[in-house]
C-alpha cells in the first residue's frame, strides 16, 4: 500500500530510521509533523480538549516507543499513527459516556490557562454551526465524516483507520453528509449566511 | 429532463460514484435548476467540512510543547543512554590514566569520581555531581497528565535508591 515515495515520504523514511535508534530530536520532528492532525483527529471524534489532549500524549507516547511495530510495506505512517490515534479515542469514549452538548455548551468548554481559540469565543459563525451539528452525529458516523475531512485521507486509508470495509467506510461518510445536510437545512432559520443558504 | 437526482448529490460530492453515474448526475444538473441549487448546497457543506475539520482546533506552542514534554518522558527509548553508557568505561578509563598527571601522582582520587559503576548512566552521574540540578529525566510533565497515561512506561533506572559503593569498583564493564 505504499504510496510513490515524495521527497516528503524520503524525509520521513530518514527521520523513522533515526527515531527508531532512539534519536530524540527525530522523534520530536515526527512530533512536531503529526501532532496537529492527531489533535484535529482526537477533538473530531471526542469532542473534549482535555481527552483531546490526553489522545495526542498517549498516541505519540506509544507510537514512539513502538516504531519497530510500524510495517511501511503494510501501511503509510500517518495511517499508522491514525489508526493508534483512533483507537485511542475509541477507549476514551468506551470508558466515557459522551453526554449531547448544545451550541451553548460550546461557550463552557473546559477552562483553560491560556485564552481560549478565537473561533471558541466567536459566537453564531459558520464553523460554530458545523461543529454544532457534527455534535448531533452518531459517534460512527462523525468518525468517518471527520477522517473524510481533517487530513484528506482517501477512502482506503480511512476503512483501514477505521478498521471496516471501502464501502463501509464509504457509505458512513456519504450518511454523515446528509444527516449533516438534513440538520443544517432544518435550522435554516438559525444558520448564518454561507451554510446552506440561500443562492 | 431524466429523474432528479438529489438522493445521489451526497454521494457525487463525496466521490462515491461511478464515472458513468457522475456523468448522468452532471448532465441532468446542468438541465435542472432546482438539482443544480441542491448541489451547490452540498458542494458548500463539503467546502465547510473541509475548512472547519481540516483547520482547526490547532493546538498553541505552548500545548504543543507541553505535550511533548508529557509524551516524551515516557517516550524515548533508553537508546541513547544505553550507548553513552557503553562508551563510558572507556572515557572513565581515560581520566584514570591522565588523572595521576593531573593530580601529580598524589593518589586522592575524589571518592564521588569513581564511586561510579560501568552500568550508571550519564544522567546518574551528573545528578550526582550537582545534586541540586534536576536531571532531564527528572522533570514532571506538566500538570497532571503523567499520571492519566495509561502506557506501559517503562520505570526509569533506580538511580535514585542505589547505594554508591563504599569503595572505588573495577571499570571493567560487565557486560558492554
Ligand atoms: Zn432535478
New binding site residues.
Given amino acids: 500500500m505504499k504510496n510513490s515515495a515524495t521527497p516528503n515520504d524520503n524525509q520521513l523514511t530518514e527521520l523513522l530510521s533515526q527515531a527508531k535508534s532512539g534519536d530524540q530530536p527525530s522523534c520530536e520532528a515526527i512530533y512536531h509533523r503529526f501532532v496537529q492532525p492527531i489533535y484535529r483527529l482526537a477533538y473530531g471524534v471526542l469532542l473534549d480538549i482535555q481527552d483531546a489532549e490526553e489522545v495526542v500524549q498517549d498516541t505519540f507516547a506509544y507510537a514512539l516507543r513502538n516504531l519497530n511495530r510500524f510495517d511501511p510495506e503494510k501501511s503509510a505512517f500517518r495511517t499508522w499513527l491514525y489508526t493508534i490515534a483512533m483507537c485511542r479515542c475509541r477507549n476514551k469514549r468506551r470508558r466515557k459516556w459522551l453526554p449531547t452538548i448544545t451550541l451553548a455548551d460550546i461557550a463552557e468548554l473546559p477552562a483553560s490557562p491560556e485564552p481560549l481559540p478565537e473561533a471558541i469565543v466567536e459566537a453564531h459563525n459558520t464553523r460554530e454551526v458545523i461543529w454544532t451539528a457534527l455534535r448531533k452525529l452518531s459517534p460512527k458516523l462523525r468518525e468517518a465524516i471527520v477522517l473524510r475531512y481533517f487530513d484528506g485521507l482517501s477512502y482506503r486509508e480511512m476503512a483501514e483507520v477505521l478498521n471496516c470495509p471501502h464501502k463501509t467506510a464509504e457509505s458512513r461518510v456519504r450518511l454523515a453528509h446528509e444527516a449533516l445536510y438534513s440538520i443544517l437545512a432544518s435550522q435554516h432559520d438559525i444558520l448564518p449566511e454561507g451554510v446552506l443558504g440561500h443562492e | 429532463?431524466?429523474?432528479?437526482?438529489?438522493h445521489l448529490l451526497a454521494a457525487y460530492v463525496e466521490q462515491q460514484l461511478r464515472p458513468k453515474q457522475a456523468a448522468y448526475v452532471y448532465r441532468?444538473?446542468i438541465?435542472?435548476?432546482?438539482?443544480?441549487a441542491?448541489l451547490a448546497q452540498h458542494e458548500r457543506l463539503a467546502g465547510e467540512l473541509r475548512m472547519s475539520l481540516g483547520q482547526w482546533p490547532m493546538l498553541r506552542p505552548g500545548q504543543v510543547q507541553q505535550l511533548w514534554l508529557a509524551a516524551s518522558t515516557v517516550t524515548i527509548p533508553p537508546a541513547n543512554r544505553q550507548s553513552m553508557a557503553a562508551l563510558l568505561p572507556l572515557l572513565l578509563s581515560l581520566l584514570l590514566l591522565l588523572m595521576p598527571f593531573t593530580t601529580g601522582f598524589s593518589g586522592m582520587i575524589p571518592n564521588t569520581a569513581l564511586a561510579v559503576t560501568a552500568s550508571h548512566s550519564p544522567g546518574e552521574i551528573a545528578a550526582q555531581a550537582l545534586p541540586d540540578m534536576p536531571s532531564a529525566r527528572n522533570i514532571s510533565p506538566p500538570e497532571s497528565r503523567q499520571a492519566k497515561l495509561t502506557l506501559e512506561a517503562t520505570p526509569p533506572p533506580s538511580e535514585t535508591e542505589t547505594p554508591l559503593p563504599a569503595k572505588p569498583v573495577p571499570l571493567a564493564p560487565a557486560n558492554p
Fill in positions: 429532463m431524466s429523474r432528479h437526482v438529489d441532468h444538473v438541465e435542472c435548476p432546482a438539482c443544480r441542491k
